[in-house]
Every structure is written in C-alpha cells, then in structure tokens.
C-alpha cells in the first residue's frame, strides 16, 4: 500500500519527491492485511492518501482501497505519491525467496527510499521459542532485503508488548523465560539469542494495534527515520551498484566491438582513424557490403562454386559476429537494410 510521507531527505533542486515504499511482511495470521488497512486509513485521516498494492493473490476479501491488486488487471497509475504500501502473501517465502518478489524489491530499492516492515504477532510471541522463530524469519528478511527495516509487534490491544522489548535488551530476562522449556529446542534458542544481540542493538520495534489504531503516529516517526537512513546509507550503495553495471556492460560492448574487429579482418571498425581525406569513411552498413559482396573481377577469376564458398563463408563469417554484437539504436537502423543483401 502507498502513503504520503514527509520527505526524509531533500532532493536535489527541480527533482520531484520521491515516495517512500513500504514493503509489509509477516506470517500468515499476524495481521498484515488488516495493519495495512488501519494505517491506510490513518495516513487518509492526516490528508496523505497512500497508493495501496496488494500482492496477495489468495485473499478473498480486501479491505482497504487498492490502487493495484494483483488479482485484478495491473494499471500503473499514480504512483508517484509520499508512501508506497505493499501487503505481500502471509506465507513469507513466496515472497521473499523468489525470484519475483526478489525482482520486485530491488527494483523498487534501486529508484525508491524502500523500508521494509515485519509485522509479528504479539499474542503469539510469549513464548520465548516461538519469539526466537519471528525473530529469525526477521534476521533473514533484513539481511537479504539489505533495506532500512522496522519490526511491527501487532495486536498490542491483545498483550502489551513491552516483555518482547525487554527480552530483545535484557539477555539474562530472556534466559529466565527460556529456563521454564525443558525441550532441546530451548538449547538451540538460548545459542541463537547470542547471534542476535548485534541484530537487536539497531533493530526499529513499535508496538500496534491495527484493531484499535493505537501506535501508528509512532510508527510514521520510525519510517521518516528508516527513509533518512535509506538515503544516507543505502542509496549511495545503490548508485555505486548501478554505475558498476554500466561500466561492466560498456566494457562488454567494448570486448563485443573488438570480438566483431577481428573476425572481419584486416576492416577497423573505428573509420575515423588512419584514413585521408580522399577516401570516405565507411559506416556499418558498408562494412557489410564490402565483406558480404565480391567485386566483379575476382567473380570472373572464381569458378562458380568457388565463388559460392567464398561470398558464403564472408556472409556466414559477418553475420555470426554481428549477432554477438549489442547494438545501439543507431547502428540498428544503420545495419537494418543489409541482412536483405545475398550472403551466397
């Protein structure tokens, strides 16, 4: 779901205000659908109407105004607002393990400030195991998103969930609570709760309740916060990944461009270079030609099937090194009328 936020950080002179993407995760049951709809209609209550996605293809029902909804046709319309807001499937892994939701996310990190937002259970999370799970899905989901991130502890009207937060700062409460389980699975938890301290230290948490609509006027605080650190931190990454790219697909042109020299031989492809004023710089297209078509006397010299082999071995020879070769939109128009040209 989308909604208006207030800009994190200013853009550049003339550039439009970027909208802030809320990316809404969380197991089946722990309330996305209805934190998405409260906060939908809280952000409308603050004259900041988000742009609403749903991508969860198995809800019968949507409860909020969805600008998209992937059981419907996608319209790419009005996107450009202050917050994004996307409620994902409760089954977290359709998302966030595969390549679509992969796609989606980087996509939307590498030209938006995207936060992702974990939506857990509070009633459900007493029990120092099943909190250790959340907490491992959330570990998981922050380190492969690598995107500013705020833990939601849902139904709040239900349980307080202030005992999360103390165990989350305080080791020794925590190893109390685990003490009460006598399964092995507690010996496993008591180890990973030392992993997880470093993930604690910087760790966003609020405390909701999409019922009750308390603790929203927090969370669009910790947002505000989570897009400044996008900014700061994570789009500089971003943009040194994206130049990255183009430096790496300019020199695969360029090997392209070399490849495509030496297979034609003794003709450069830089015409510019080591030719005089009298004779015409060849383009492309006339590099094609000259390859591809012999000239009349040495057609005389062959004998025919020697001319065959020859003009179809150069036309064979230009073409398999023109298919390696990305061209621009340029050379493509320059090049278009040669494939009609006989190669035989």
């Known amino acids: 779901m989308a909604a208006p936020v207030p800009a994190a950080e200013p853009q550049a002179s003339g550039a439009p205000q970027l909208p802030v993407c809320l990316l809404v995760l969380g197991m089946a049951g722990s309330g996305k659908t209805t934190f998405v709809q409260r906060l939908t209609g809280h952000l409308h209550s603050k004259g900041s109407p988000p742009y609403v996605i749903n991508l969860d293809p198995a809800v019968h029902e949507v409860p909020f105004p969805a600008n998209i909804d992937i059981r419907d046709t996608v319209k790419y319309k009005e996107v450009m607002k202050q917050y994004v807001l996307i409620d994902t499937p409760g089954q977290i892994e359709v998302f966030t393990w595969s390549a679509s939701g992969t796609i989606i996310t980087e996509a939307l990190a590498s030209s938006f400030p995207t936060v992702v937002i974990y939506v857990m259970d509070t009633s459900r999370s007493t029990n120092p195991v099943t909190f250790m799970s959340n907490m491992l899905y959330a570990c998981s989901i922050l380190y492969k998103t690598k995107l500013p991130f705020i833990v939601v502890m849902n139904k709040t009207d239900i349980i307080d969930h202030s005992f999360a937060v103390e165990w989350m700062q305080d080791f020794e409460t925590f190893q109390d609570a685990l003490n009460q389980e006598t399964t092995y699975v507690s010996n496993l938890t008591r180890s990973m709760s030392l992993v997880l301290d470093e993930f604690y230290s910087s760790l966003r948490v609020v405390g909701v309740s999409a019922v009750a609509g308390t603790g929203f006027d927090e969370l669009c605080v910790q947002v505000t916060s989570a897009a400044e650190e996008y900014e700061r931190e994570y789009r500089p990454e971003y943009e040194r ?42 383009d492309p297209s006339d590099l094609i030609l000259t390859r591809g078509t012999l000239d009349e006397e040495d057609e005389e010299a062959e004998s025919d099937t020697d001319d065959i082999d020859h003009r179809g071995g150069r036309g064979v020879l230009c073409f398999t090194a023109l298919s390696q070769l990305s061209l621009t939109e340029s050379q493509s128009s320059q090049l278009a009328f040669s494939v009609s040209v006989p190669v035989l």
Do not use: Y
């Not at 790219?245 to 510019?272: V, Y």
């Open 241 to 282: 990944l994206k130049k990255s790219l183009a430096s790496a697909q300019s020199d695969q042109q360029k090997e392209q461009l070399e490849r495509l020299r030496k297979d034609m031989g003794s003709i450069a492809l830089d015409t510019g270079a080591g030719k005089d004023s009298l004779s015409p710089a060849l």
